[in-house]
Structure formats: C-alpha cells, structure tokens
C-alpha cells in the first residue's frame, strides 16, 4: 500500500529548506513523462483507477483510493523493455490514450518517506509525501511531516485531473 | 508480418531427419508455458485476436488471420520484466486468464525461415514453419518448404483453440 498526501505550494525553496532542516537527503532530479489511458470498457473517472505507462520503460496500474483524506490505493508495477510496443498493444486492446502529464520532480528522503517537489506546466507547483508500507503507521508518518511542513489542505485529485480540470479534454498532445 | 503454416504430424523423427537431409541447423529445445487472457469486453474468439504472457516474460498481442490458408497476422511483442506482475495489472483491468498452453518446442532454421517441431499434451505432434518479412515472398518460403516436407494438410486454429476443443473450456489450471 502507497499512503500519500499531496498539497499545493507557492514557495518551493520555503518548502526545501525546511525538508534539508528537517534532515531530508536530497536523492535527485528527474522529468516524469506519464501518458495515461482510458480503458474500452470502463470509465476510469468513476472507477478512481489509473493506467499509465512513465518514461516509457515502466507500465503502473492504480486502484481506487482507499480512504476519504489521502491518496492512498494500490499500485502495481511492471518494468517493460519498449514503452511504443507497450503502447501498441494497448491501442489493440481499446485503450486510448487520453493526455500527457509531465513534470520535474525533485527527490527527498527523510526516514522511510519520499517527498517529491514537483512542477508542471499550467499546474504550478506541489509537494507530494508519500510512505510505503503497513496502511496506519505509515499514515502516521506522513501527516507527521506534513505538520512539520506546515501544509494543511491536501488534493486528493491526480495530476491527471487537474490538468484535465484546467484545460479541458486533452487533445492535440500529438498521442 | 508473420507468414505462417502448421500441420499435424505423426512420426517427428521422419520429419526432423527431412529437414536435416534439407540442410536446416538445429537450434535448440525450449519449454513454452503460454498463459492467454480474454478481454473485459471483446470476444477474442470471435474477434481472431488473442493476449498472451509467455514464460513470465514476453507479452503478446496477436491480430487477425489476414488470409484463408495461413495462420498470417501481425504480432507485438514486449518484454516485460515480472510475469506475475503483469498478470496482476491485467486481472484488474478485467482481462481474465482462460488457459495455460504449455509445448516442447525443438526449433530448426533453415534460411529465413524458422521450423518449430511442437510436442503438446493432449494433442500431439505439430510443425510450425514461419517466415517473417514481406508477405508474400514470405508465403511462398513458408509453402515451398512445407512441400518438400510433403505437408499437404494445414491447421488455422491455435494450439488454443486445439485445446479447447478437446477438453471444453479449461479449468482448474490454477490460473
């Protein structure tokens, strides 16, 4: 289980100097490239589930959320070796790709939880804190940091939603 | 493409000291455990399609017959690094596991063209001669081989099928 809580920020560098006072290590950079798709037969909005492939080399199914103030559900993940082959074969099975979501991701590690500082274009700038592990302590956890970040409202929505909340039905992303 | 004939055989030896005299290169035997799916929403019976996990590590699509006397389709394929992982995602975007197909597969080159001599359970003994590339140079690859095999009698349906076939729909394979 991936218990995790995401927030909003206005300051990024308010936000990391507080994590590297806190003791966090940054691990790294990275620029996340998700494409997500629409299953043939079921409405993935409703259903709360997710299917993406990320960078093309990883395929990530997600399930519901599984409670009503964070962003906790199942994750499965499989590393693929061609992410247009992936691709292909999921545009046989029906599913179509639905929108882009790219960001640039800054790592931090405190303990046995991620923070992630993340940017996207048209969306602006967010903190996700994320715990992996046994459901209520690692709830625990993350609201713990949250506090000591002195973030208080939390988005349960996806990346995904926003951007589709921002900009309408995606198009024209060249999928 | 894929250009492909299969034919039933009774006696694997006559056949493989043929190809042999033919000047074909023994390759190797390998185990195929095959696990194919049906899809949430499609009838892959009815459609000519199917999806299959290979060994817990090549992902399959495999299209329609594209004539009436070959087994001819397009196939994609994709590495996948964990098998039951794959397995998983698909099980929740509703595709469910039918059948587990599992041959002894001596394979055989012989130019361009691939001969697999098959052994399956249940049915028996099979040649498979294939030739990837344009198609119809390949289709008269695949036939002239076959005739100097003295093959006159070619399957269209998959060992899928051939299965089902003989035992009514599978269960209990622990799937």
Not at 149 to 153: A, D, F, H, P, Q
């Given at each position: 289980m991936e218990v995790e809580i995401k927030a909003k920020?206005?300051?990024?560098?308010?936000?990391?100097?507080k994590l590297r006072e806190l003791g966090?290590?940054?691990v790294g950079e990275e620029t996340e490239e998700d494409?997500?798709?629409q299953h043939p037969s079921r409405n993935f909005a409703l259903t709360d589930e997710a299917l993406r492939i990320r960078n093309g080399k990883v395929l990530t199914y997600k399930g519901p959320k599984v409670d009503k103030d964070t962003k906790s559900r199942?994750?499965?993940?499989?590393?693929?070796?061609?992410g247009n082959k992936m691709r292909e074969i999921l545009k046989k099975l029906g599913f179509v790709p639905v929108a882009k979501v790219r960001k640039i991701r800054r790592i931090y590690k405190i303990g046995e939880v991620t923070v992630s500082i993340d940017?996207?274009?048209?969306l602006g700038d967010f903190v996700e804190i994320e715990c992996i592990g046994e459901y209520s302590s690692s709830r625990h956890k993350v609201f713990q940091?949250?506090?000591l970040?002195?973030?208080?409202?939390f988005?349960?929505?996806?990346?995904?939603?926003l951007l589709i909340e921002k900009i309408g039905r995606i198009k024209d992303q060249g999928l």
């Open positions: 920020i206005e300051n990024r560098e308010n936000v990391e100097n966090a290590i940054f494409i997500y798709f199942e994750e499965i993940e499989v590393n693929i070796e061609n940017h996207l274009d048209l940091l949250a506090t970040l002195e973030l208080r409202e988005i349960r929505k996806s990346y995904l939603e």
